[in-house]
């Protein structure tokens, strides 16, 4: 149902069932780690899908991109009511103008992940934020400074970001940023 949502609000009726299924999964004694690999299996295909329709609305994206997930989406055990942690990883050398587009892009498929019940995270690690849509040499930048200069800050990123996972676009983006 949701690899055939039209728009972003049959996804969010979508959504809406999640916690049914949920409490069937727990009656029928599933474990833990499965519904949290289940949660994640669709918080992954409604992002997936946000991103077909993004590009349905704005136009074919305008370089190469990978969305990835941090924290417990990365580790696959999503809980009912987690919150956001993405980014965008962009080519280098990418032009003001996709900036702007990818901008839209996160902020709509941000939208719509809050409005299908995965929070806008309240620490901002969102792709919608200026600082987590960037070229891969910024964000190898940033994981080199977090290994280097072990200050607080830096410790808190790595908690979060050391947990990545790719989604969807370009898989080399990812792939070049872990590889660090």
């Known amino acids: ?3 055939r949502g039209k728009n972003r609000e049959s996804l969010y ?6 916690p049914a299924l949920i409490c069937k999964l727990i009656r029928a004694n599933v474990r833990a780690d ?3 690999r289940i949660i994640t299996s669709v918080t992954d295909s409604i992002t997936r899908r946000l991103i077909y329709l993004a590009g349905q609305s704005f136009g074919p994206e305008p370089c190469e991109f990978a969305w990835v997930v941090f924290g417990s989406q990365a580790r696959q055990d ?6 956001q942690d993405n980014g965008l990883i962009l080519e280098d050398g990418v032009t003001e103008e996709a900036r702007h587009y990818f901008k839209r892009f996160a ?16 620490g901002d690690v969102m792709a919608k934020t200026d600082k987590w849509c960037q070229p891969l ?12 200069q072990p200050e607080p800050k830096a410790l808190m990123h790595a908690s979060i970001f050391y947990d990545i996972r790719h989604v969807a676009g370009n898989r080399e983006l990812t792939a070049s940023l872990v590889e660090l």
């Open 107 to 122: 902020e709509f498929i941000n939208e719509g992940l809050d409005k299908s019940g995965l929070k806008y995270c309240p």
């Open 1 to 3: 149902a949701i690899n």
């Open 78 to 83: 999503q809980m009912l009511g987690s919150d």
């Open 34 to 36: 499965e519904i949290g």
């Open 137 to 148: 040499a910024v964000w190898r930048q940033y994981f080199t400074r977090w290994i280097h």
């Open 13 to 18: 009726q979508i959504s809406k069932q999640l």
